[in-house]
């Protein structure tokens, strides 16, 4: 079992960074791929960024490609999602998840989920 609690949103300038983290309890951290998924208002929950448990696969959705980073720190049994030139679009409400494993961007067995932390960009 792993429990999740998210921080770092905010409100920024289209432009602007923000960086989310996401700290886990539970001696199991380190067995789980984490990922980070949003949920914009009347749209569906994606995941953006997935960091696989060995720490060596990563994924990104196309539409953060190059402007967000997924990183993991097992020490600290924390996740992080930098987020750099952020949009009007990047707008949600940012989940962190901790799974067995992801199939792509979909997750494979029970996956556990963090409360979510609002991140708005305005132009």
């Known amino acids: 079992q792993v429990q999740l609690v998210e921080s770092g949103g905010g409100l920024v300038q289209a432009g602007g960074s923000l960086r989310l983290s996401c700290a886990a309890s539970g001696r199991t951290f380190s067995s789980y791929a984490m990922g980070w998924s949003r949920q914009a208002p009347g749209k569906e929950r994606e995941f953006v960024a997935i960091?696989?448990?060995?720490?060596?696969?990563?994924y990104y959705a196309d539409s953060v490609k190059g402007r967000f980073t997924i990183s993991r720190d097992n020490a600290k049994n924390t996740v992080y999602l930098q987020m750099n030139s952020l949009k009007p679009e990047d707008t949600a409400v940012y989940y962190c998840?901790?799974?067995?494993?992801?199939?792509?961007?979909?997750?494979?067995?029970?996956?556990?989920w963090g409360q979510g932390t609002q991140v708005t960009v305005s132009s």
């Open positions: 960091f696989s448990w060995s720490g060596f696969n990563t």
């Open positions: 998840a901790a799974a067995p494993t992801f199939r792509g961007s979909t997750p494979v067995g029970e996956v556990h």
